[in-house]
């Protein structure tokens, strides 16, 4: 079975410095991650994900994320916040295969201090 | 609109009422993913199809719940006899399920249920 581990349910932020969003996975066969964010009252929409090939995947709106197979881990990083980047985000996993559903973490909330 | 829609967006209903939720994805879209948000908490997978076919409902909670993609397009989830346990936002996504890689799902805005 698979499972994501997002740690820390709220990350506060100033205006301009880096954004670290943390991700750990369980998964006994190689995985597919994704990083999505929800804004209010909206969908999910994709950030990036990360199915094989480079391991630092670079997505929109300047976030990135690298694939650490040794940490099982799949951090989401930008180099500097921007006020609208005020949301919540949920690191998610599909596993190789036939399967094909998202199994989600329980999600970061992201405030970004002026 | 090119996204993918759902109605309502958001349902009272009382305990022990039926509901249904519509859920209309991306034309030409042949994967189709329902997910329950419980308040707080990430979204976790109910059923899916694949056109018409619902290939996978392991998520479903009870058989209270129910799901249906007839034509292959519009999909409907069915809740009989709503409990307090089921308030949630429903979230639907579709794909266009290219193999081998997994294909992006792309959210509609859920529809916020809760039971009084």
Redesign the interface.
Known sequence: AQSVTQLGSHVSVSEGALVLLRCNYSSSVPPYLFWYVQYPNQGLQLLLKYTTGATLVKGINGFEAEFKKSETSFHLTKPSAHMSDAAEYFCAVSESGSARQLTFGSGTQLTVLP | GA??SQSPRYKVAKRGQDVALRCDPISGHV?L?W?QQAL??????LT?FQNEAQL?KS?LPSDRFFAERPEGSVSTLKIQRTQQEDSAVY?C?S?L?RAP??????????TRLLVL
């Open positions: 996204g993918v994967s993913f997910y707080g908490q990430g979204p976790e997978f899916y996978d998520g979230l996504a794909s399920a890689a997994p294909e992006t799902q792309y959210f509609g805005p859920g």
